[in-house]
Nanobody
Framework: QVQLVESGGGLVQPGGSLRLSCAAS????????MGWYRQAPGKQRELVAR???????NYADSVKGRFTISRDNAKNTVYLQMNSLKPEDTAVYYC??????????????WGQGTQVTVSS
C-alpha cells in the first residue's frame, strides 16, 4: 500500500557531492518522521539523518556539517544533500519513513536502497 522509491545514488570522487531523493506513494494519510540510514559491507545499518514532520533534524556525528536532510511535505519526499563525501561514506543508503495509511495504524516503511560509492 505504501512505496518508498529512492534515487540519486552513484559513484563520486572524494570531496564530491550527491543528492538522494526518496518519494513516498500509496494510500498515505500522514507521514511522520523521515530519515536516511546506511549500511556498509560487514557493518550494521546506522542512522545518517532524520527529520520530523515539523522540520526538526538530527544527524550522525560522522556526517554533521557535510550532509543536510530536508523534506517537501507537499510531494511526500525527503532529500539528503551530501557534500564533501569521503570513502567511508560508501554504503547502501536506505530511506525510512513512519507513515499512517488510511484506516490503519502508523508503521515503519523502508525503501529498496541506493548505492553510494565514494572512490577515486
Amino acid at each position: 500500500q505504501v512505496q518508498l522509491v529512492e534515487s540519486g545514488g552513484g559513484l563520486v570522487q572524494p570531496g564530491g557531492s550527491l543528492r538522494l531523493s526518496c518519494a513516498a506513494s500509496g494510500s498515505i494519510f500522514s507521514i511522520y518522521a523521515m530519515g536516511w540510514y546506511r549500511q556498509a559491507p560487514g557493518k550494521q545499518r546506522e542512522l545518517v539523518a532524520r527529520i520530523t514532520s515539523g522540520g526538526n533534524t538530527n544527524y550522525a556525528d560522522s556526517v554533521k556539517g557535510r550532509f543536510t536532510i530536508s523534506r517537501d511535505n507537499a510531494k511526500n519526499t525527503v532529500y539528503l544533500q551530501m557534500n564533501s563525501l569521503k570513502p567511508e561514506d560508501t554504503a547502501v543508503y536506505y530511506c525510512n519513513a513512519v507513515i499512517k495509511v488510511v484506516a490503519l495504524s502508523k508503521k515503519n516503511y523502508w525503501g529498496q536502497g541506493t548505492q553510494v560509492t565514494v572512490s577515486s
